[in-house]
């Protein structure tokens, strides 16, 4: 079974059913001992982008903002066993030029890596359609959206399960913000190193 372990931060790992390891914005927490088939980076903000983190192997893909988003298009990757897709990010703090969000899909699992960002036209225009089973969204409140505004978020995406991350830029997590989250339904708050199956 497809598990997740939540790093803390904006920080998170997959591992799919047959053993393929994806990271996404490797920075906060530990569990970076599993060499990747694919990383993840949202943006260049420091506490995304720490691949030295990880020991990447010969055949590891590294997918950083410009190669999802170079000018104006969002680009989709389907390498078989995983199929990522780049979405829209942005706000005050987060130039939507040079920021991402990420929709993945493996196992037949489809998920939503909002990146760091506050609401944006495709989580209303697109989003719902998807029937998303997880969406990971950042609710500190400082450099993104708070978590009253994540949770109206989470209502328009209408995932099964919603997830707050990026709960406080000054530390792994906060269980107040995370219970300030408060989506209609789905809600699943996770906290440093708790893994799940997916």
């Known amino acids: 079974m497809a598990k997740l372990l939540y790093q803390g931060h904006g920080s998170y790992r997959f591992i799919t059913n047959e053993g393929k390891v994806i990271?996404?914005?490797?920075?906060?927490?530990?569990?970076?001992?599993?060499?990747?088939?694919?990383?993840?980076?949202t943006?260049?903000?420091?506490?995304?982008?720490?691949?030295?983190?990880?020991?990447?192997?010969?055949?590891?893909?590294?997918?950083?903002?410009?190669?999802?988003?170079?000018?104006?298009?969002?680009?989709?990757?389907?390498?078989?066993?995983?199929?990522?897709?780049?979405?829209p990010a942005m706000n005050v703090n987060h130039d939507p030029k040079v920021c991402v969000g990420f929709?993945?899909?493996?196992?037949?699992?489809?998920?939503?890596?909002?990146?760091?960002?506050?609401?944006?036209?495709?989580?209303?225009?697109?989003?719902?359609?998807?029937?998303?089973?997880?969406?990971?969204?950042?609710?500190?409140?400082?450099?993104?959206?708070?978590?009253?505004?994540?949770?109206?978020?989470?209502?328009l995406i209408k995932a099964k399960h919603s997830i707050p991350v990026h709960t406080d830029p000054h530390s792994l997590f906060s269980m107040d913000i995370a219970e300030r989250f408060l989506p209609k339904e789905g809600r699943l708050i996770l906290t440093p190193g708790e893994s799940i199956d997916l």
Not at 128 to 145: E, R, V
Request: glycine share 6%; net charge negative; hydrophobic share 35%.
């Open 103 to 155: 929709l993945l899909e493996f196992d037949g699992i489809k998920i939503y890596c909002a990146g760091d960002t506050s609401q944006t036209a495709f989580m209303s225009n697109t989003l719902p359609s998807l029937h998303l089973d997880y969406a990971f969204l950042p609710t500190d409140g400082i450099y993104n959206m708070s978590a009253e505004q994540a949770a109206r978020c989470a209502n």
């Open 23 to 41: 990271y996404v914005d490797p920075y906060a927490g530990t569990g970076y001992n599993l060499i990747p088939d694919l990383v993840l980076i």
């Open 43 to 87: 943006h260049e903000h420091f506490d995304h982008n720490h691949l030295e983190l990880l020991s990447l192997g010969k055949s590891t893909k590294v997918i950083r903002s410009r190669d999802a988003h170079p000018g104006d298009d969002y680009l989709s990757f389907d390498y078989g066993w995983c199929k990522v897709q780049a979405t």
